[in-house]
């Protein structure tokens, strides 16, 4: 099984400043990488795909990047709504696994 | 719109029973296949099980492995779980998924809770 190990467990930013999110694959799972943010009391929404492809109606302050074993999720100017848990998901082995999380909150 | 609605979650006595429901409207439901993922209180997300678009192959996580059972009926366009000797470490929130074709989840029920107790 490959495991996804995200960081930091929690991420302290500022409204309108940028924030970074790592996720680290056990080993390679090339482009196939997926970001989701979980607001309280709500499902899982999909954010990116394909490592870097955004989901229909995610906005362009979200991007994503990296492929084989390092991901990022950059949010360029985190808005109040973008306070949140985000989890990243490998899907180049089944089943496809999760990283344990990244809290972003308010600083 | 497309959605996912689940259905059937609750409180049960370590042993029993009970049977998740998991509803779609808006889309194709034959032509995918679909998850069910949970999330214990607090906790992360945890993959369940998995079933493909025709409900010909299933697959579980081990630690469901011969307790839970994952069907479809196209007919109804309707997902289900079937939990059986459920124990105190299956208390989650059960979240169906569709996934997109590539094993990512691009839709997502609302949810629904089950705890274990006595």
């Known amino acids: 099984e490959i495991v996804m190990t995200q960081s930091p467990a929690t991420l302290s930013v500022s409204p309108g400043e940028r924030a970074t999110l790592s996720c680290r694959a056990s080993q390679s799972v090339s482009s196939n990488l997926a970001w989701y943010q979980q607001k309280p009391g709500q499902a899982p929404r999909l954010l990116i795909y394909g490592a870097s492809t955004r989901a229909t109606g995610i906005p362009a302050r979200f991007s994503g990047s990296g492929s084989g074993t390092e991901f990022t999720l950059t949010i360029s100017s985190l808005q109040s709504e973008d306070f949140a848990v985000y989890y990243c998901?490998?899907?180049?082995?089944?089943?496809?696994?999760f990283g344990q999380g990244t809290k972003v909150e308010i600083k | 719109q497309e959605q996912l609605v689940e259905s059937g979650g609750g409180v049960v006595q370590p042993g029993r029973s009970l049977r998740l429901s998991c509803a779609a409207s808006g889309f194709s439901f034959r032509s995918h296949a679909f998850h069910w993922v949970r999330q214990a209180p607090g906790k992360g997300l945890e993959w369940v099980a998995a079933i493909s678009f025709d409900g010909s192959n299933k697959y579980y996580a081990d630690s469901v492995k011969g307790r839970f059972t994952i069907s479809r009926d196209n007919s109804k366009n309707t997902l289900y779980l079937q939990m059986n000797s459920l124990g105190a470490e299956d208390t989650a929130v059960y979240y169906c998924?569709?996934?997109?074709?590539?094993?990512?989840?691009?839709?997502w029920g609302q949810g629904t809770l089950v705890t274990v107790s006595s």
């Open positions: 998901q490998q899907f180049n082995n089944w089943p496809g696994t």
């Open positions: 998924a569709r996934d997109h074709s590539s094993g990512f989840y691009d839709l």
